[in-house]
């Protein structure tokens, strides 16, 4: 692995990770939701921007890119879960930010293996 993926602050996925987790926290300002949906997608999307966030600054953390996972199928699963599917954009929203979630967290995966394995004393 490069040099890029075992630095904090330096590896795309988890970026992305954080900016799609901001998309949907914020996405409520402009869709159409109830006081439910909202804080759904607040909730879960302030949890995937943080959990990327905390990826960027401990690159060695593989427990975080788990974590990624599980939220995005969250997130994914959510419009039926919690009974939002009638809102179209949120719906929308959820599936395709927790889709995108689940591959960035998935393709981050081994870069932070690898960043683990790196930190750890031989």
């Known amino acids: 692995m490069s040099e890029v993926s075992t630095r904090a602050w330096t590896r795309p996925h988890d970026w992305a990770e954080v900016v ?12 159409s939701t109830d006081t439910m949906t909202m804080w759904t997608m607040v909730i879960l999307g302030a949890l995937i921007a943080i959990d990327g966030l905390v990826s ?16 995005g199928v969250l ?40 960043a683990h394995r790196t930190a750890m004393p031989h």
Do not use: D, H, R
Not at 20 to 31: D, F, N, Q, Y
Not at 58 to 68: K, M, R, S
């Open 56 to 71: 960027l600054a401990v690159p060695g953390a593989v427990y975080g890119e788990g974590i990624q996972i599980v939220l």
């Open 20 to 31: 799609i987790g901001v998309v949907a926290a914020l996405s409520p300002l402009w869709l």
């Open 75 to 114: 997130l994914f699963l959510a419009p039926w879960v919690m009974g939002y599917t009638e809102f179209n954009g949120a719906s929308w929203t959820s599936w395709v930010a927790g889709a995108l979630t689940i591959i960035a967290g998935a393709a981050a995966m081994p870069m932070a293996t690898a």
